[in-house]
């Protein structure tokens, strides 16, 4: 299909492990996000890429997560030492990045997620 | 900090009823846009409202933008199965000049046959 896709759909560990999470972007989308959704919550911010960069990385946890987009399309988020505390389902949105004014949206269409349990 | 909340956190209705849920801030938003997940996938935008006090319809969807620009609700009318599950509402940050959106935490909503 045309959409999103994420892979793994699940992903169970055991504490302390490393963990890749892959997101495939809609073709020609420049603009790529990271969310970590928790039970009962709604999408969190984790990182944005604009082409092959990291333009912002503010919601990222801590040192242990870590994202690359290397071409400018697929992108890898990476968690080592993994803890339980890092269980939930990691979303994957992409969009074409317009320019435009400031009640301009460029929808973000979203991937189906991981779901990372950490045991 | 720009904080979205969103009540009922859960609604269980019986199909063919109306219901509205609502997504508040203290905070004043350009734009606010509800989305709806279903179990297992990601969600999906419904609407993008922009105006002080536009209402903009999707079928039996009516959607609501606040005067001033803080809240916005959400009517369902004549409920259906196919309407279960969680509604978020989001909106831009502010402090980004890219397509960052802040979401609330959510309405799941199950409306039962």
């Known amino acids: 299909g045309a959409g999103v896709s994420q892979t793994p759909s699940n992903k169970v560990t055991e504490k302390g492990k490393y963990v890749e999470l892959r997101c495939d972007p809609i073709?020609?989308?420049?603009?790529l996000y990271w969310y970590r959704q928790s039970l009962g919550q709604g999408p969190e911010f984790l990182i944005y890429?604009?082409?092959?960069?990291?333009?912002?990385d503010s919601g990222l946890p801590n040192d242990r997560f870590f994202a690359v987009r290397p071409e400018g399309s697929v992108s890898t988020l990476k968690i080592q030492r993994t803890e339980r505390g890092d269980s939930a389902v990691y979303l994957c949105a992409s969009s074409l990045r317009l320019a435009g004014g400031p009640t301009d949206y460029n929808e973000q269409f979203f991937g189906p997620g991981t779901r990372l349990t950490v045991l | 900090t720009q904080l979205l909340e969103q009540s009922p956190q859960f609604l269980s209705i019986q199909e063919g009823e109306n219901l509205t849920v609502y997504c508040n801030s203290s905070?004043?938003?350009?734009?606010l846009q509800w989305y709806r997940q279903e179990p297992g996938e990601g969600p999906v935008l419904l609407v993008t409202v922009v105006t002080g006090g536009e209402v903009k319809k999707l079928k039996r969807l009516t959607f609501q933008f606040g005067d001033a620009r803080k809240d916005s609700s959400l009517h369902i009318t004549a409920a259906q199965p196919g309407d279960t599950g969680l509604y978020l509402c989001a909106g831009p940050d502010k402090k980004t000049s890219y397509d960052k959106v802040i979401f609330g935490p959510g309405t799941s909503l199950s409306v039962i046959p």
């Open positions: 905070s004043v938003f350009s734009s």
């Open positions: 890429f604009q082409g092959t960069g990291a333009a912002d």
């Open positions: 073709s020609g989308h420049t603009a």
